[in-house]
């Protein structure tokens, strides 16, 4: 401890997190959310193991956080059910030094414009002007006005896919502390650093700004080096959330630390790098139409196994899990009838299918309508009949699982919905990813163990709620100016505005 900082500050936690795409028919409501709260919530992050140098640093008080798959907008009485559960738990467990406001930065809310602002706002009220709070967001969330103002510290992941989405929880609560224990920490206000903050007018998927390649990997190469500067704590860049249609949605650079001038030159120079690359942003892997994909995939010589991401349905991007549009396609096509190749398909979500698929058991041959239950907007229920290869039930996310067999078509069906990324998700069914033809997954880049897997990958550019060619959604309520979507010609404000506190700029 240093000199007048808080030897033990007491810390409150609580959020919640989810991604929300507004262009999928899905709504996400009390069954979607994981709550934690208490001994179970502190448990949920490793840092705070006991043992750990940071558990050991403060009082942590564990309120309650609701964690949801990315989905559909959340259902207002969810919402409305888990902020008044923090609130609540704010104000019979406070007074707090500090607050560790754990989100998403995506979250959307049916007939709500900026969630995690509003949430923002609540958790300030009930905590008092002078606690201090720290947030920790994925890239692909959002920064609002709101959100800037009444949040002290802001960070986001730096890695895409994210493979560092604890670590950036640990660096926020590692900041919250450094302000809390250093110099000045008793102060509020000498606690409380600069935010330098640009609104960069750019939308792009993450599918188009992964870090594995340039221009990403190039502009976030940039953000430690920054945070190194004297005068600076810390340095972020958000993509932004480009399948939900509200003003707040953009890219955004934000660096904190007690040097204003430092912090608006770094936050600018960070800035002027994203706009000025907006069109080489590219997507991370070979694209084309479904058909194009398979008949790549299905060409003698071509690599096995062969990846194909089914993006327009990702259910962690928010899609709704139930779009059968690829499924009807794959069964649609003759030269994949024949049972001596092997195409596994994961997912579509559909409690009836699987309970019929599951009472038939295993060797049975069904008939069934697959899918397109809650988005049917790309294609409705698709009938597939085929023999039952397995059925695996109490899985804790998809619950019971089948998978029916049509020809070379392994066709995986779960009770709930149930995102793919991993190998053992496959080899849980009797299915071998390795030993397929192709494997179809509806996800965007790949995760490590299926980017591993891939001797052979395309992205296919499929409908659904988070479809990859964002100018045929439909965006109406973006800011004037954000590219792709408006290319007026022109140059950007890229000039940053800097605040310690909620309504007071700072001249830099």
């Known amino acids: 401890m240093h000199r007048d900082g808080l030897e033990r500050p007491r810390i409150g936690i609580g959020g919640i997190s989810i991604e929300s795409s507004t262009f999928s028919p899905h709504v996400s409501g009390d069954e979607a959310f994981t709550i934690r709260s208490g001994a179970e919530l502190l448990a949920y992050y490793p840092f705070l193991a006991e043992g750990e140098q940071l558990r050991d640093a403060a009082e942590w008080v564990p309120l309650t956080h609701g964690r949801s798959l990315p989905g559909g907008a959340v259902a207002p009485q969810t919402y409305a059910r888990m ?29 709500m414009d900026d969630a995690e602002g509003d949430l923002a706002l609540a958790v300030r009220e009930a905590l008092g002007p002078d606690t201090l709070v720290s947030t920790s967001m994925d890239l692909h969330g959002n920064v609002s006005d709101a959100l800037f103002d009444t949040v002290d510290l802001l960070t986001c992941y730096r ?33 409380r650093p600069l935010k330098a903050w640009v609104r960069v007018p750019v939308l792009l998927p993450g599918e188009k700004t992964s870090t594995r390649i340039d221009p990403a990997r190039s502009v976030y190469a940039l953000v430690p080096e920054v945070e190194e500067l004297d005068g600076v704590l810390d340095a972020a860049v958000w993509v932004g959330y480009a399948w939900a249609d509200e003003p707040r949605c953009h890219a955004t650079v934000i660096v904190t630390g007690d040097d204003g001038a430092v912090i608006a030159r770094e936050a600018e120079r960070i800035a002027r790098r994203y706009w000025d690359v907006r069109a080489d942003f590219a997507f991370v892997g070979p694209t084309a139409s479904l058909d194009e994909a398979l008949d790549e995939a299905l060409a003698d010589g071509a690599p096995r196994p062969y990846v194909i991401s089914d993006s327009g349905d990702n259910p962690t991007a928010g899609g709704a899990g139930d779009v059968s549009w690829t499924l009807g396609r794959l069964l649609e096509r003759p030269d994949l009838r024949d049972p001596a190749k092997t195409v596994l398909v994961a997912s579509v979500f559909d409690p009836a299918a699987v309970g019929a698929a599951a009472s038939a058991g295993v060797g049975a041959t069904v008939t069934l309508s697959v899918g397109g239950r809650v988005d049917a907007g790309p294609r409705g229920p698709v009938e597939i009949t085929g023999e039952v290869f397995s059925v695996t039930p109490g899985d804790p996310v998809a619950g019971t699982q089948v998978v029916v067999r049509s020809g070379a ?49 395309t992205i296919a550019l499929t409908p659904g709620g988070v479809d990859q060619d964002l100018l045929r959604l439909g965006h109406s309520r973006l800011r004037p100016g954000v590219y792709p979507f408006d290319v007026t010609e022109g140059e950007p404000d890229l000039a940053a505005l800097v605040t310690r506190r909620r309504g007071e700029e700072v001249r830099a």
């Open 83 to 111: 902020k008044r559960a923090i609130v609540d738990g704010i104000r019979a467990q406070g007074p707090f030094d500090a607050f560790f406001f754990d989100i998403h930065g995506a979250m959307s809310v049916v007939g």
């Open 159 to 191: 890695m895409a896919p994210h493979e560092d989405w604890m670590n950036t929880k640990q660096r926020a609560v590692h900041n919250l502390l450094a302000r809390l224990r250093g110099p000045h920490g008793a102060d509020p206000d000498a606690r």
């Open 409 to 457: 078509v392994h066709a995986i069906v779960t009770e709930r919905r149930k995102p793919f990324h991993h190998l053992d998700d496959f080899r849980m069914l009797g299915l071998d990813p390795h030993s397929a033809d192709i494997v179809i997954v509806k996800i965007g880049y790949l995760e490590p163990e299926l980017y591993d897997l891939a001797a052979g990958w």
